[in-house]
Every structure is written in structure tokens, then in C-alpha cells.
């Protein structure tokens, strides 16, 4: 198994460009998780999907960010405009019915300038 | 507040001795505790996970404690190699159920030569 991808692995842009990270999770997991990294706030989860639902997204900082999981296999996080403190690392994780383990992406290094 | 604290230092030890890291958490009663390992420029990785009715769980030289009285788990590390360098998350299912979890921040461990 290619366990779960991301892309693109890295990303700068500019202040006010809109940002798309993409996330295939491992087949056969009903649940996907997407985090976001810093140093100062640690790992904190942005929302997560159950069967392709959202089911918490309490963890989304502001109305730019927004997440869909329109299949089993794809997901996308969405940042629209980017501000320079979006500038993190952003991890797609996923996770198997009855298994409370997570199984983390690469992560996307994310760069708004 | 909710809280899980790790201790924010780095553990520096040398190799071949045992490396113990602590995760205290307050206002929660998790059902389950897990650790995971994280690399740099890499996603956190699962090692090993211990339920509330468990009062340790080992895996190779791994070695877990979960206190549900103390609010704390210890993480071991014995026969320590450089290879086991890099920062050790724990996490809390705060819904009691096999979705979501809390990150800690993380301890990074230095082993030495």
C-alpha cells in the first residue's frame, strides 16, 4: 500500500492567491482527518470526514478555509484568499472503521508569502 | 481548559540508555492513549496504542504506562539508538470513541553516539 498521499509537498505563494492541497487517503479507511502543524500551536486537527461527510469542522480557523471529499479516494483542503500566517505544514491523515490508529500523509509545506 | 502538556525540552541521553518521556493531560477521561514518532520534513508515524483498562503495553523496546488516577503516560525507550532520535507526539481520544484525537506538542529525543 502507498499509504496516504499529498500533494503538492511543498507550495509558496503569495498573500491573497487562492491554495489547493489534495489528499488520497488508503483504501478501505472510512475516515480522514485533516491537520495543520506549527511550531507554536503543535498539530491541530481542522476538520474530519466520516464516509466522505464532514463531520466536525469546528477546527477550521475562518471562513477561507474549506474542505471537500466529494469520493472514497480524494479530498481536497481549500484556502481562499491565503494569508502569511497560513504558512504551516498541513497533514491529511486517515483511519480504519474500529481502529482508533491514524495513518499520516507527508504533509503539505505550505509558504504564503 | 483542556491541556496535554509534554515536556517542551529536548531529552538528550546517550545510546544504550533508557529514554522516558511524559504526557500529563487534565480534564479528560480518554478511553485510549496513543504515541507516535515524528521525523523531520515527515508525518507523525503510530507506535503503539493503551486503553484505560490497560496498565502498560509493550512493543520491542517499547514500553507505555497509562496512569487514568495520575492523568499521565510514560513513554520508554530502552537500549536507546540514535535512530530513535526525533520528536515523540502523544494523543487522547477526547469523544471516547474512535475518531478524533488531541495532539500533545511533542518531545523532541536526542540520543547520542
Redesign the interface.
Known sequence: DAG?IQSPRHEVTEMGQEVTLRCKPISGHD?L?WYRQTMMR??E?LI?F?NNVP??DSGMPEDRFSAKMPNASFSTLKIQPSEPRDSAVY?C?S?G???????????TRLLVL | SQKIEQNSEALNIQEGKTATLTCNYTNYSPAYLQWYRQDPGRGPVFLLLIRENEKEKRKERLKVTFDTTLKQSLFHITASQPADSATYLCALDINSGYSTLTFGKGTMLLVSP
Do not use: C, E, K
Open positions: 496516504v475516515y482527518f503543535g498539530l486537527l474530519y466520516n463531520i466536525d497533514f491523515a483511519s472503521r474500529g481502529d482508533g490508529t491514524q495513518y499520516f500523509g507527508p504533509g
